[in-house]
């Protein structure tokens, strides 16, 4: 009797990650991290589960009580329907708890923190964005931050070399 060795996919399994945020870290430090869920239309979640997705360009603002990303593109796919016109900025609402936003809202515009968007993932079959709370980095930090990256490439060479002699 043959098994059956199909897997699921990895949106159907659980957590997996559809997009990340790399410039986001190197720009900001993050104080907190929060967890959020996207209102989305049927073709963007079609166009996630491709993959077509940039979150690099994203920040959240705050509107009446709301909060919303702006610049997250998701790329309509050839094959979408003919009676959808995708628009692939659009601006999309983020759910979270009204205690959470509140919190977040009076950080934001007391301390001078920032609201970005740092991962796009599957969890239960939902499309969520892990949020962070965050404060710009000077000049300086950038420099560190370069060296201590080129520090570790470095370790990494040597370590690759010395493995394989």
């Known amino acids: 009797m043959a098994k ?20 986001a870290a190197f720009n900001y430090f993050f ?19 491709e993959g077509k997705v940039q979150l690099t360009d994203g920040y959240i603002v705050i509107r009446e009580g ?12 050839h094959t979408a329907s003919s009676h959808v016109s995708p628009d692939k900025v ?8 009204k205690e959470q936003i509140m919190r977040l809202i009076g950080k934001v515009e007391q301390k001078g923190y920032t609201l970005v968007p740092t991962h796009l ?7 969520k964005c892990e949020i962070a709370l965050a404060k710009g980095k000077a000049e300086h930090d950038k420099r560190d931050t370069i060296k201590d990256r080129e520090g570790k490439r ?12």
């Open 4 to 23: 059956n060795t199909s897997k699921k996919s990895a949106a159907a399994t659980g957590n997996s990650r559809i997009a990340d945020n790399k410039k």
């Open 31 to 49: 104080e907190e991290r929060f967890e959020a869920g996207l209102v989305l239309e049927g073709w963007e979640v079609k166009s996630l589960r």
């Open 66 to 77: 709301e909060l919303f990303i702006i610049g997250l593109q998701i790329n309509p796919l």
């Open 90 to 97: 659009r601006t999309k609402k983020l759910l979270m708890h």
């Open 121 to 127: 993932y599957w969890k239960n079959g939902r499309v």
């Open 154 to 165: 470095e370790v990494e060479r040597a370590m690759k070399s010395r493995k394989n002699l």
